[in-house]
């Protein structure tokens, strides 16, 4: 390396880089360090000047070389470091079984062979999944076969040059606190490959299969049904389902099917796993573009839904029929609020309240949920961001109150307590049924939309996500964090800040007045909230999964004319663009 570019590289670089030169590693890996050495220093300094860490969503990062890339030496350290953890923590247990499957990403495959010859050689018993599986059944598989861990090797809807893995505890929920910072600390005890045991335990791995998916598709079964007549006679919707190239075709259609729909029309092309998502720029379902194949054959075939889930087959999205009869995407706050009023109004239909029940959303995701379920008498959660915080609060329910439904803003929604994640699978089949239970009354899922607002207000919300890649723009995420909290807005899309929302300090304020009061969260995360005189609110926050910074706009109003709801649309967006535009963004 010349001069010039090694004085371009910080001395944490340098200490990574030389870590592995000299380390227990390939030499096909050490050649690709010394040729980004030598041509690429800036590549270089990305790949190495920090360890990836679990996030709300585990271990994830672009593959290739490095402490910061995904590759099998940062997954079988990660991997070592979980087996090390989970040694301790289950000490008591004469055996302890982990459960693995993964998605169609390039190199999932791989990564989950390693994960689990890594996990058989410590002497655990391994559940490995013969093919490619959604993320939730992973979820569900860890609590039907007793395992006290689990490992999905996806990165979800990332960009094709990602992959990851979810780390998952015995309850079939993702890692929380204290466990994610324990096996973060154990796995930065792993320095060398060296310590790693990467081979030794062949015997260990059990292959499971179809099995599993039985059981977990009867599970999902009893779930769901809420409105049986109005499925058997409308049977015969015309539903677009597409995978966006992942796992979602495993399992998905044969959902639909057994919850008694017979019209799944498919697109083949998206069919087919490929972890390139050749025929999507992103395999991202909150992206509209992403449904656009899914949308053109529902207009060839004269669908009334259309279904996608992302590759890993955990988020959901969907587009249906507005009052001029094109398709419209709708966002994932619209999507949850029609599933909990659904769940709710038929519960209560069937005498099935009883005072324990609850509903739960995250901190970001529209207050209409809260509304909705204040109406029914049903009790709403706010927790952070990541399903894993979803599921929390289940487990510390769990078998006192019962567990309806929630979901997050992200196209993410669970129903009861079978899967401790969101859950595609059952979501699909819950739009089916709604879409179905909707049709019954008259009325298409768009109808339904706005019989929601028209009866709590109408919610509008807005996400604007702003991407700053490498080690330079964690700062400058960093510093707009900073500068959000010592120069807060004092107004927003015309009306004053009334309150603002510290979550890393757990404390909240009036804008008038002096005295702090506390949020009642578990712990602290970064995120902050300004709400104003007229209820509008905003939320900040970096990514857990992606180099981002995440903004969230809320905005509502009385709803009291359907025939004006594109009037009071474009009112309410004209107001969020005026917070955009307050916010300096």
Not at 93 to 104: M, R, S, T
């Amino acid at each position: 390396m010349s001069e010039t570019n090694q004085e371009m590289l910080s001395p944490q670089v340098l200490d990574n880089v030389n870590s592995w030169l000299n380390g227990s590693y390939d030499e096909e890996t050490k050649n690709q360090v010394r040729d980004l050495m030598q041509s690429n220093p800036k590549e270089l300094a990305e790949s190495f000047y920090r360890s990836l860490e679990f996030g709300t969503g585990g271990l994830r990062g672009i593959m290739g070389v490095g402490t910061n890339r995904m590759n099998k030496y940062t997954v079988g350290m990660a991997t070592q470091g979980l087996a090390n953890y989970l040694k301790q923590s289950f000490a008591d247990l004469p055996q302890i079984k982990v459960a693995i499957a993964y998605d169609c990403r390039n190199n999932s495959e791989s990564f989950s062979k390693i994960v689990a010859d890594i996990f058989a050689a410590n002497g655990f018993h391994v559940y490995l999944f013969d093919a490619l599986r959604p993320t939730p059944e992973l979820s569900f598989a860890i609590r039907q076969l007793g395992c006290q861990s689990g490992v999905m090797v996806t990165a979800s809807h990332n960009p094709k040059e990602y992959n990851g893995y979810k780390a998952y505890w015995s309850d079939g929920a993702q890692v929380t606190a204290p466990h994610d910072t324990n096996i973060i600390a154990e796995v930065n005890k792993i320095t060398d490959p060296a310590q790693v045991q990467f081979s030794g335990g062949s015997g260990r791995i059990e292959i499971i299969g179809k099995e599993v998916d039985e059981a977990y598709l009867s599970g999902i079964g009893g779930l769901l049904r809420l409105s049986p007549e109005a499925i058997e006679r409308h049977k015969d919707l015309k539903i677009v389902y597409t995978p966006l190239h992942g796992c979602g075709v495993q399992l998905v259609p044969e959902m639909l099917a057994r919850a008694g729909f017979t019209s799944v029309i498919h697109v083949p092309e998206q069919d087919v796993n490929d972890g390139n998502f050749p025929t999507v720029h992103s395999p991202n379902p909150e992206e509209p573009a992403a449904l656009q194949m899914a949308i053109d054959k529902a207009v060839a075939t004269g669908a009334e839904l259309v279904l996608a889930t992302d590759p890993d087959a955990d988020r959901i999205a969907m587009a249906v029929r507005n009052k001029k009869g094109d398709f419209i995407t709708l966002n994932g706050n619209q999507t949850n609020s029609i599933f909990i009023y659904y769940l709710l109004r038929r519960w209560k239909e069937q005498g099935k309240l009883q005072g324990k029940e609850y509903v739960i959303k995250t901190i970001v995701t529209t207050n209409l949920i809260a509304a909705i379920a204040d109406a029914f008498g049903v009790e709403c959660y706010d927790c952070y961001t990541g399903f894993k915080h979803i599921a929390e609060v289940v487990r510390r329910h769990e078998g006192t109150k019962t567990f309806i439904g929630g979901g997050e803003e992200s196209f993410g929604f669970n129903v009861g307590e079978l899967v401790r994640d969101k859950d595609a699978v059952v979501s699909c089949a819950l739009a089916a049924e709604v879409a179905a239970w909707a049709k019954e009354r008259g009325m298409t899922m768009f109808d339904l939309l706005l019989d929601v607002y028209y009866k709590f207000r109408y919610y509008r919300e807005r996400q604007i996500s702003i991407t700053k890649k490498g080690k330079d723009g964690l700062e400058a995420i960093q510093q707009m964090m900073r500068n959000f909290r010592e120069n807060p807005p004092k107004k927003l899309g015309g009306s004053e800040v009334k309150q603002i929302f510290d979550y890393d300090t757990l404390m909240w304020k009036f804008t008038a007045y002096a005295p702090l009061h506390p949020i009642d969260q578990p712990a602290a995360s970064n995120v902050l909230q300004y709400v104003t005189y007229d209820e509008s609110i905003v939320s900040v926050r970096p990514s857990g999964t992606e180099p981002k910074i995440k903004f969230y706009f809320g905005v509502r109003e009385n709803f009291y004319n359907k025939d004006k709801f594109d009037q009071l649309t474009a009112e309410l967006d004209k107001k969020i663009d005026d917070m955009i535009a307050d916010l300096k963004l």
